[in-house]
């Protein structure tokens, strides 16, 4: 058990969410702000064709916005009370068709046909991750992270934004460019 064990469980408490009852959570739950979505949106280019995955979706707020765009999305959350939220925001929204939702560790889901794939977690997890997607992806595939990078890979575009209190950084990586040469 380790601080962001303890952190996430008072948040979801915070929030009046359970914890997931097996697997591990490995970043709290930080909803991606609102006003950052335009931006995804503007770097991940989500259309008709394109699959994409946000791993560790919380309350679907990012798949939702790529499904309202045409794309096909998978959202990925261990925590089964984030999952019913992002279950019902897509309804709301009417793309629950396009959504598929697995209520899993996201180190259990093949990535293969992922064409964007998002990421808000830490720095830590996407260096755990990385192998994964290095294994999984396809050359050519978008990876967004906000605001901890995927060491190693060289970001092909970094994007500021200013959110008042702070500044939030979108990276974005490309599968087969990005990964070719580690960087240190
Ligand atoms: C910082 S939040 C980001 C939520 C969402 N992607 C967004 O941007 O609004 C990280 C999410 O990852 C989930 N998570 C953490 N570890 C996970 C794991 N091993 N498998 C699946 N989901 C996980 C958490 O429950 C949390 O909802």
């Known amino acids: ?28 739950w930080v909803p991606t702000r609102e006003e950052l979505i335009p931006y995804i949106m503007l770097l991940a280019k989500p259309k008709p064709g394109d699959i994409m995955y946000d791993l560790g979706c919380g309350d679907g707020r990012v798949v ?70 290095e294994r999984e992806l396809r050359l050519g595939a978008r990876v967004i992270t906000l605001d901890f990078e995927i060491p190693g890979w060289r970001p092909l575009h970094i994007t500021r934004v200013s959110l008042g209190y702070r500044d939030a950084t979108l990276y974005y990586y490309v599968k087969g460019v990005s990964d070719l040469h580690e960087i240190r």
């Open 64 to 133: 939702v916005e790529a499904a309202l765009r045409g794309a096909k999305a998978v959202c990925v959350e261990l925590n089964k009370e984030l999952v019913e939220r992002a279950k019902e925001r897509a309804k709301k929204s009417g793309v629950i068709d396009r959504i598929t939702f697995i209520n899993d560790d996201f180190f259990n889901v093949n990535l293969e046909d992922a064409t964007i794939v998002y990421m808000y977690l830490l720095t830590s997890v996407n260096r755990m991750l990385k192998p994964k997607l």
């Open 1 to 28: 058990m380790n601080i962001v064990y303890y952190l996430n469980k008072l948040i979801l408490k915070y929030w009046g969410l359970e914890t997931a009852a097996s697997g591990s959570i490995l970043a709290p």
